[in-house]
């Protein structure tokens, strides 16, 4: 992988990732609640429209901390680019990794994955990816298929929300695109950041579910290492 492409990436997640924390905060709301107004912290409101949410820095000026944000979308960015290597996708692997890191930030905070931002996800690379691959759409459909279903079940057991189905399908269809070892491993993977997160925060004391949608996004981005030419 040629150092400049991982720069540019890792540079192109740093700096669409630096309006994420606006966007996270004031969308981080529990389900059917509005969006934020004001900051919760010095009860300023946001101005309307526009200027409201596309913010570069701290979701207020009265808040630090988008260091996080600028470090993870950069790495983020910067992995996609050594993973996937200067293949035709990688832009709009790049795109997608936008709006999934907007989901693991709003996941994070409030256990919800919206569908609108599922949504885009889907289409800012699933539609490319048709595109580009069109012999594996077959492929890509039965993955979203299968794990839509196992994970529909499971939701159906307990323990998973529908809108970790909604979006491990969207994954597995992304997935799907780049071969089944991504598939299997991408799935596979988010089990594995998640089962030690669980036993972690069990001997630690803290109870109340957890946020799967970070690990579902991390082990789709494990799974496309593996992407067959
Ligand atoms: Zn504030």
Redesign the pocket.
């Known amino acids: 992988m040629a150092p400049p492409l991982v720069i540019i990436a890792a540079a192109f997640g740093a700096a669409t990732a630096a309006f994420l924390p606006r966007l996270a905060y004031r969308l981080a709301v529990g389900f059917a609640d509005p969006t934020r107004l004001s900051?919760?912290?010095?009860?300023?409101p946001f101005p309307q429209g526009f200027p409201g949410w596309v913010r570069a820095g701290a979701?207020?000026?009265?808040?630090g901390g988008y260091a996080s944000a600028l470090l993870g979308g950069g790495t983020v960015a910067a992995v996609l680019a050594i993973a996937v290597g200067p293949v035709p996708e990688l832009p709009f692997y790049l795109l997608a990794a936008v709006p999934g890191l907007l989901l693991a930030m709003i996941d994070r905070r409030c256990l919800r994955l919206p569908d609108p931002l599922v949504g885009t996800l889907a289409v800012v690379v699933a539609v490319p990816l048709a595109i580009l691959r069109p012999e594996r759409i077959g492929l890509a459909l039965v993955a979203a298929v299968a794990v839509l279903t196992t994970y529909t079940l499971l939701a159906f057991l307990g323990g998973l929300g529908l809108g970790d189905v909604k979006l491990a399908a969207v994954l597995a269809l992304i997935l799907g695109f780049a071969g089944w070892p991504a598939v299997v491993v991408g799935v596979l993977a988010a089990h594995l950041i998640n089962g030690p997160i669980a036993v972690f925060r069990l001997l630690t004391g803290r109870r109340g579910p957890i946020a799967f949608g970070p690990a579902l996004l991390a082990g789709a981005l494990a799974g496309l290492a593996l992407q067959q030419p």
């Open positions: 900051c919760a912290n010095c009860a300023r979701a207020c000026s009265c808040s």
